[in-house]
Every structure is written in structure tokens, then in C-alpha cells.
């Protein structure tokens, strides 16, 4: 260990759900994004899937807004270092527009991107099983643009740099295939309990 | 969008002991630390570099800084951090930091807000988002490059503008609180961009935007509203 001369830290209270190396931000909610923020209206936005699916297919806002919905509740963390707690977003589980389209066997992973061009690269293990939402609501309100609204990709068990802002639709391959920050130097995964920050992690 | 640069895998994935060997201050409450880090691979200005404090009893706290310095400096790393009130992080640096003083840190990260150094670059910054932006200002010198650089600053009063004495004809400051004599107070404005992109080169501008989230949502829109295209505007937010 490195001890740094005279460094204490700030007092410290053990939270079970804070994983290594984060913080708990408190009411914070830092924007980072390398994009500018597009003015994106809900009747422009749209979310498709397709590539190695049995029925590729396109959603509009209200389409989307025609699913079941579902919420969640719960953390998020940053890659950057801090952690949120208590969020609670709401939309629609990812598992409803999958089950519609049907990936075929051979699928494994998937690209997300959004309505701006940026992507992100997910093993599709990552975005089923009620772990991944497409969502529109913060807190009961809609999602501010800068937070990615009208509608984002959210996949909290990973760094929230995989939850897509402005998410456009979803390419099913039967490969990785690094996303923005992936080609970047950050991890092909993201799992916040394991540190996976940057790629060599 | 791409990334500007190639970044090595395995650099970023070592930690490394940098010590301590200078604090220069800036403004009342920004200074520039600088290291020695030996092994250090190299950086292109607008990298940035991941730091790291370990407290006695294992404690640890990482943050994000922007790499100050130009690369040609390669045996030595320059930070510039501001002093944030009650910050863990940068209350160490201001407070107890003293040269030997040994951290470490890991990097270059990320190649997207890199800027060799190889096409027209106009500069948007505000309070220590200049940082990443004198690294391409220093590049720009010491490399004797030719091809157009501009700077639009944004600082409180011109004693709270980093590196003030450094910047030259390339910089345009604006000050929001206070200025001197004959210049105008005020934000960042479309009177500000306009010009710059009337003047643009051929190929236009590669954009680089760096500071708070609110001065890079500002500064962006501006940049679009005076036509800058949005895949070659570059934002890096401190959060
Ligand atoms: C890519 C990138 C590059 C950056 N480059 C630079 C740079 O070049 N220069 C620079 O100065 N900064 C830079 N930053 C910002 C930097 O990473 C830090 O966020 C900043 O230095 C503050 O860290 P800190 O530990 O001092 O403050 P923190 O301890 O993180 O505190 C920040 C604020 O939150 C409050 N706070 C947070 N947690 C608690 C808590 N538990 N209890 C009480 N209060 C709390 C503090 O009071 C303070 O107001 C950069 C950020 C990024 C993402």
C-alpha cells in the first residue's frame, strides 16, 4: 500500500451498497456525456431493434408507451466515481420489446446506440432477466435532456456510461463489438462491484 | 463519434508513484502541482489522468485531472486543480501537499479529447475546464505550430483566470463577475462565437468545450447556434 502523507479522507459511513473506489453523491447528479445535448422531442424519438432477430422492429413514443410499464428503483454508479441512491426511473423492462422480436440462438451480444451516434457495447446476458429498462421517467417527471430524456437505456448493475442517453435502438450480433468509450480505453463490461473501469481491469 | 487517438491498453491499466516537486500558484484558488513520474508514457494534450490518495488505514479516494503540461515535458506531469470547498481531494492538495510528497497515478485515459495537434482547433473554456486546453496552447508553442488555434476563456475577474500571464494573442478572456477597465462583464455570448466562426478555416473547426456541465451545455449551444456541426464539437465535463 502507497499511504499518502497526511491524507485522511472525509469521516466515512459504511454503506453496504457503495461498491469499491465510489461515493455516495447524495442529491447530486452529475452530467457527463462528451456529446452536446440534442433537443430531442418524444414525437421524433424512436427505438428500434434489430440485426440477428427474428422480427426486427421500430417503436414510436406512443408504442413504446403501450407496453406494460415497469420501474426501477434503486442505484446507479459512475465510472468517474460517485453513486446515487434511491433512484427511481419508469418505462418499460427491455425483456417486453426482446420478447417481441425474438433474438435468434446464435445472439450474444449487443451494440445500444443513440439518436446522437454514440454506442455502447453489452453482453445481451446484461440486458435480460429484468435488468435493463428503456425509460422516460425520473422521479415521476420526465427525464431532463441532459440526463438523456425523452427516453435512455438504463442497466444499473453496470457503469452508468452503458446506459445509452437518447437511446435509438439496440444491434443483436453474435459478437463484442466495442462501443464509444470501449474504443476509448474503458472495459468491454463495466461491473462496478468488480472495478472493470478501463480496459486491462 | 470517434476517438482522435489510439490509447494503449496497458498504460492505463498501471498505477504509477508520482512524486511531488513543485507547487506553483495559479489564483487564489487554483495552483499547478507538478511530478515527477518516472514511466510515465506519454500524453496528447486534452488527456486526462485518473489520481489516486490512500489514507493509513487503506482508505482510498480517485479522481479525474486534466493533464496541464504539453507532452514535450516528458519526464514531468502538470495539474492544476482547483481549491473546492470542503473536496477531499483537492482540500489535501491545498492544505497539506508539500514537495516529495508522493501520489499515484494512472494513465493517459481516454482519446476522444485528445488533440494532436493536426487540425484548426477552437478552444471554449471556463474556471479550471482551461486546463486540458493550455495542454494544446503549450503543444501549439513548443511544437511551433502554424495551423489556427483560438481560446475563448471564461474566468470570474482576470485574478481568477488561470495561467493569466501565460495566455497570449490566441486568447480572448471573458469575465463574468469583474473586469478590468473598458471591458465588458458578462457571460459567454453569441458575440463571442460568431467571430471566431466567421474566421473559421476552410475546413471548419474541431470544437473542444471543457468545464462545469452548465458552462458545457451553454457553451456547446452557442456553438451550434453560430453553426459549428455537433459531430466536431468535443465535451469534456468536470461533473
Ligand atoms: C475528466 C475530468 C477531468 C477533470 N479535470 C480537473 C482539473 O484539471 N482540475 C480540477 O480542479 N478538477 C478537475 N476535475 C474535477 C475533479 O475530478 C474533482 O471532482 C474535484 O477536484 C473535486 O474533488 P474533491 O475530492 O476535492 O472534492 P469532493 O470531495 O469530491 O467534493 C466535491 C463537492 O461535494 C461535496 N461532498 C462530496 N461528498 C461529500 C461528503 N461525503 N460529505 C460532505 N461533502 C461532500 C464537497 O463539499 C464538495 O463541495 C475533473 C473531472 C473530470 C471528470
Known amino acids: ?19 469499491p473506489g465510489q461515493y455516495d453523491a447524495g442529491d447530486e447528479w452529475p452530467v457527463l456525456s462528451a456529446e452536446v445535448t440534442p433537443d430531442l422531442a418524444p414525437a421524433d424519438w424512436t427505438f428500434r431493434i434489430d440485426g440477428l432477430v427474428a422480427d426486427p422492429r421500430t417503436w414510436d413514443w406512443e408504442q413504446a408507451h403501450a407496453l406494460p410499464a415497469s420501474a426501477y428503483e434503486g442505484a446507479i454508479h459512475c465510472v468517474t466515481g ?46 435480460t432477466g429484468g435488468r435493463a429498462w428503456i425509460v422516460w421517467e425520473y422521479d415521476g417527471r420526465p427525464i431532463p435532456s441532459e440526463h438523456g430524456g425523452p427516453a435512455r437505456l438504463i442497466v444499473p448493475h453496470l457503469y452508468f456510461w452503458k446506459s445509452v442517453k437518447w437511446i435509438a435502438g439496440l444491434r443483436i450480433l453474435d459478437h463484442d463489438e466495442p462501443g464509444f468509450w470501449e ?7 463495466g461491473n462496478p462491484w468488480e472495478e472493470q473501469r478501463y480496459s486491462g481491469d | ?24 500558484r495559479e489564483t487564489p484558488r487554483a495552483a499547478t502541482f507538478r511530478f515527477a513520474v518516472p514511466g510515465w508514457p506519454g500524453h496528447v494534450p486534452g488527456q486526462h489522468l485518473l489520481l489516486r490518495l490512500t489514507a493509513e488505514d487503506g482508505y482510498v479516494a480517485q479522481r479525474h485531472y486534466s493533464i496541464a503540461s504539453a507532452p514535450d515535458d516528458s519526464r514531468y506531469l502538470e495539474l492544476t486543480l482547483d481549491h473546492v470547498a470542503g473536496g477531499e481531494v483537492s482540500g489535501w492538495f491545498h492544505s497539506v ?7 499515484e497515478v494512472r494513465g493517459p485515459l481516454s482519446g476522444f479529447f485528445a488533440w494532436p495537434g493536426d487540425r484548426p482547433a477552437l478552444l471554449l473554456g471556463a474556471g479550471s475546464g ?27 475577474s482576470p485574478e481568477e483566470l488561470i495561467y493569466r500571464g501565460e495566455l497570449g494573442a490566441e486568447t480572448l478572456p471573458v469575465f463574468t463577475r469583474s473586469a478590468p477597465e473598458g471591458v465588458a462583464v458578462g457571460r459567454m455570448a453569441a458575440a463571442h462565437v460568431a467571430p471566431l466562426l466567421a474566421e473559421a478555416p476552410e475546413d471548419g473547426w474541431e470544437a473542444y468545450v471543457c468545464g462545469s456541465n452548465s458552462f458545457a451545455e451553454h457553451a456547446s449551444r452557442l456553438l451550434v447556434a453560430a453553426g459549428q456541426p455537433v459531430d466536431r464539437i468535443r465535451i469534456e465535463r468536470f461533473g
Not at chain 1, 183 to 189: F, L, V
Open chain 1, 1 to 19: 500500500m502507497n499511504i499518502t502523507r497526511g491524507f485522511t479522507g472525509r469521516p466515512r459511513v459504511d454503506h453496504p451498497g457503495l461498491p
Open chain 1, 82 to 127: 460517485w453513486s446515487k441512491f434511491g433512484v427511481r426511473f419508469g418505462g418499460v423492462c427491455l425483456d417486453t420489446f426482446m420478447d417481441l422480436v425474438r433474438p435468434d440462438g446464435s445472439a450474444t451480444h449487443a451494440v445500444a446506440y443513440s439518436h446522437t451516434g454514440y454506442t455502447a457495447n453489452l453482453p445481451l446476458a446484461d440486458l
Open chain 1, 183 to 189: 474504443g476509448n480505453g474503458y472495459h468491454a463490461r
Open chain 2, 1 to 24: 463519434m470517434p476517438g482522435r487517438i489510439g490509447v494503449g491498453r496497458q498504460a492505463a491499466s498501471v498505477w504509477r508513484t508520482a512524486t511531488l516537486t513543485e507547487i506553483r
Open chain 2, 97 to 103: 501537499a508539500r514537495p516529495g510528497d508522493r501520489v
Open chain 2, 130 to 156: 482551461v486546463v486540458p486546453l493550455m495542454s494544446m496552447v503549450r503543444h501549439h508553442r513548443t511544437r511551433g505550430l502554424s495551423l489556427p488555434l483560438r481560446l475563448l476563456v471564461s474566468a470570474r
